[in-house]
Nanobody, 126 residues
Framework: VQLQASGGGLVQAGGSLRLSCAAS????????????MGWFRQTPGKEREFVAS????????TYADSVNGRFTISGDYVKNMVLLQLNNLKPEDTAVYYC????????????????WGQGTLVTVSS
């Protein structure tokens, strides 16, 4: 399964970024629509932290409290893309962000995710 994350960068506090995750549809069994896609983030010395998840089937979403109201996850099923819009960024949002896929609907547990992309670094300066 291929998941390709991109879009990270350096931004000032209060700024915005948009992360993208491209999924290889044919690599998902039985179908991509049977999965939920998630974004996680990780900083050195800390465990990987849930950020947001979206269910392909109906577009339902869930967010971590720390990002709710600032981040928005969305999916483009035709393009096999999952986007994460990051607004009003704070220095504490600095992390490597990962996209992942799971058969467990809207899970916030990283142990439920079986497919992972490489990370993309987001750095927020104060």
């Amino acid at each position: 399964v291929q998941l390709q994350a991109s879009g990270g960068g350096l931004v000032q506090a209060g700024g915005s970024l948009r992360l993208s995750c491209a999924a290889s549809r044919r690599a998902f069994s039985p179908t991509l629509s049977s999965y939920s896609m998630g974004w996680f983030r990780q900083t050195p010395g800390k465990e990987r932290e849930f950020v947001a998840s979206i269910r392909w089937e109906d577009g339902s979403t869930t967010y971590a409290d720390s990002v709710n109201g600032r981040f928005t996850i969305s999916g483009d099923y035709v393009k096999n893309m999952v986007l994460l819009q990051l607004n009003n960024l704070k220095p504490e949002d600095t992390a490597v962000y990962y996209c992942a896929a799971t058969r467990r609907s809207l899970s916030s547990s990283n142990t439920d995710y079986v497919y992972w992309g490489q990370g993309t670094l987001v750095t927020v300066s104060s």
